[in-house]
């Protein structure tokens, strides 16, 4: 079906950046929506940040001004620019993405497709 693999997390002191991105590959026939939810240990699943492929975004309030998301539509591909990190941030940073998959037969499929999600530490 669809594959999403994320990169770039790690750690990184407070008031300090940086950047994820995911990259998609498999049987994709077109992708809407992308973006990244997070969890953090004992809490909720949360957005982090959202983009459609006109490039609209929404972003989670905590995330505001901070955090930057971008896509490139040709490649498939969703990044996110996290700036001055603080205690809140760390978390299993996943990237989604929502769209239709096709089979060996043909058919299209919507379906919505996860990384496997990447650590960020936010510590000194």
């Known amino acids: 079906q669809v594959q999403l693999v994320e990169s770039g997390g790690g750690l990184v002191q407070p008031g300090g950046s940086l950047g994820l991105s995911c990259a998609t590959s498999?049987?994709?026939?077109?992708?809407?929506?992308m973006g990244w939810y997070r969890r953090a240990p004992d809490k909720e699943r949360e957005l982090v940040a959202n983009?459609?492929?006109?490039?609209?975004?929404n972003y989670g309030d905590s995330v505001k001004g901070r955090f930057t998301i971008s896509r490139d539509n040709a490649k498939n591909t969703v990044s996110l620019q996290m700036n001055s990190l603080n205690p809140e941030d760390p978390a299993v940073y996943y990237c989604?993405?929502?769209?239709?998959?096709?089979?060996?037969?043909?058919?299209?499929?919507?379906?919505?497709?996860w990384g496997q999600g990447t650590q960020v530490t936010v510590s000194s």
């Open positions: 498999g049987r994709i026939f077109s992708i809407n929506a």
């Open positions: 983009i459609t492929s006109g490039g609209s975004t």
């Open positions: 989604y993405a929502d769209g239709y998959h096709y089979t060996t037969s043909g058919y299209r499929y919507r379906g919505a497709y």
